[in-house]
């Protein structure tokens, strides 16, 4: 009876093992990305809270206040404007994004001989940088020396030469036209993932079926990309409202600081006013309004098959 306890007993003990070698190995894999995360989100949020409730200077000894940094948010008309213009921006911007992106993805959504070349060439805009994509459209839309002005000139379409980033309508217009050039291909490449995630054979029944080209795409295709549709649409609005860099360069927040965003003012307060404390409650406000968005963007283009 020793004997076959012991017997019984030893595997479940090396089996036991086992699992925990695996649980060991499964965590060392996973701790590099768990260290990355608390290093780089959890403590930088962590302390940008912290920092909220402080007068924090860029020199000096900071000052505990509470909530009063979000009282003075309250407050302040120029947040709100400029949380109102990227909100404006967001719904200028998207659109033209979606429907451009979408259609060049059914455009190269085919096994056409050579149709990878196009594929790059929508896509080459994406990883050049948005502070050197910025510049470049600076020096396209110079009133003396840019190339657009002159196309224009040249078609007989203007008389003469347009400031294009003087003005805040025209300044929208230009920046609008830059981020679509220089992030379409992005959700280009996701929407063309999407698709050809999806099996051929449906199309192929829905034909035999005597469906017309359009059928399949909006009762096939189309709700078939309501996942791909939803991340698209969150990394787009995301990115919209964290605009920066091209209105920083391309229009300094002018004319009349009519083109500040969002972002731009934390930037103003926290590193031309040295109001860190007062900025990071700005960015712990943005933050919220953010993950909000996204939730009820996800919920409205959730997939309903899967739950």
């Not at 056409?112 to 910025?134: A, D, H, K, N, Q």
């Not at 839309?141 to 657009?148: A, E, K, M, S, Y």
């Not at 999806?198 to 189309?222: C, F, K, N």
């Not at 990309?225 to 787009?236: H, Y």
């Amino acid at each position: 009876m020793a004997t076959a306890s012991s017997v019984i007993v030893k595997p479940a003990r090396r089996g036991a093992t086992l699992s925990q070698q695996r649980m060991i190995a499964g965590f060392l894999f996973v701790l590099p990305a768990v260290l990355f995360t608390l290093a780089m989100f959890i403590f930088p949020l962590i302390m940008t809270g912290w920092m909220s409730l402080h007068n924090w200077p860029l020199l000096g000894q900071a000052t505990f206040l509470g909530l009063q940094n979000y009282v003075d948010m309250m407050n302040d008309r120029q947040f709100w404007a400029s949380l109102w213009f990227t909100t404006q921006y967001t719904l200028l911007v998207t659109p033209p994004i979606f429907i451009l992106a979408f259609v060049l993805a059914l455009l190269v959504n085919t096994a056409l001989r050579g149709v990878g070349i196009f594929r790059t060439i929508y896509f080459i805009p994406v990883v050049i940088g948005l502070g050197t994509s910025s510049l470049l459209w600076v020096w396209l839309l110079n009133d003396r020396v840019g190339i657009i002005n002159g196309i224009l000139l040249d078609l007989n379409l203007i008389q003469r030469p347009i400031i294009w980033l003087v003005d805040k309508n025209l300044a929208m217009f230009a920046i609008i036209v830059s981020i679509v050039w220089k992030t379409v291909g992005f959700s280009m490449i996701l929407l063309l993932a999407g698709m050809q995630a999806i099996p051929d054979e449906l199309y192929q029944a829905a034909e035999v079926d005597g469906a017309s080209y359009w059928q399949r795409l909006t009762h096939i295709m189309m709700p078939l990309l309501r996942s791909t549709f939803a991340l698209a649409l969150v990394l787009s609005v995301i990115g919209s409202y964290l605009a920066f860099d091209q209105f920083y360069i391309m229009t300094r927040g002018g004319p009349q600081n009519q083109t500040i965003t969002a972002v731009y003012w934390i930037f103003n307060n926290s590193f031309t006013y040295y109001k860190l404390g007062y900025g990071a409650a700005l960015s712990i406000v943005l933050l919220v309004i953010l993950g909000v968005l996204s939730i009820i963007q996800l919920r409205v283009l959730r997939d309903e098959t899967t739950y």
